[in-house]
């Protein structure tokens, strides 16, 4: 198994981003996946989920109405848009298949003036 996510970096508030998630090794269309994030001095935490056939997704407090996850199981790959991004949304972002607890390297989102 293996995850690969790209498209962080140095945003200003107000502004968006999107992540991309590559799976491999294993059936990606099968499986629920997930986006996290870790923000410095902070626990790791469940930003949002999608299920394997991307009819049900689910979202932190603090990022509903402004984030969206969504997958395409034809190209393997898991998405997070994020728009209105917020200093408080500063973060290591990782992408993660739950069952069995697979993660990806993680990519930096860095949202400054």
């Known amino acids: 198994v293996r995850l690969v996510e790209s498209g962080g970096g140095l945003v200003q508030p107000g502004g968006s981003l999107r992540l991309s998630c590559a799976a491999s090794?294993?059936?990606?269309?099968?499986?629920?996946m997930s986006w996290h994030r870790q923000a410095p001095g902070k626990e790791r935490e469940l930003v949002a989920s999608?299920?394997?056939?991307?009819?049900?997704?689910n979202y932190a407090d603090s990022v509903k109405g402004r984030f969206t996850i969504s997958r395409d199981n034809a190209k393997n790959t898991v998405y997070l848009q994020m728009n209105g991004l917020k200093p408080e949304d500063t973060a290591v972002y990782y992408c993660?298949?739950?069952?069995?607890?697979?993660w990806g390297q993680g990519t930096q989102v860095t949202v400054s003036s």
């Open positions: 993660s298949r739950p069952h069995r607890g697979y």
């Open positions: 090794g294993f059936t990606f269309s099968g499986y629920a």
């Open positions: 999608i299920s394997f056939d991307g009819s049900g997704t």
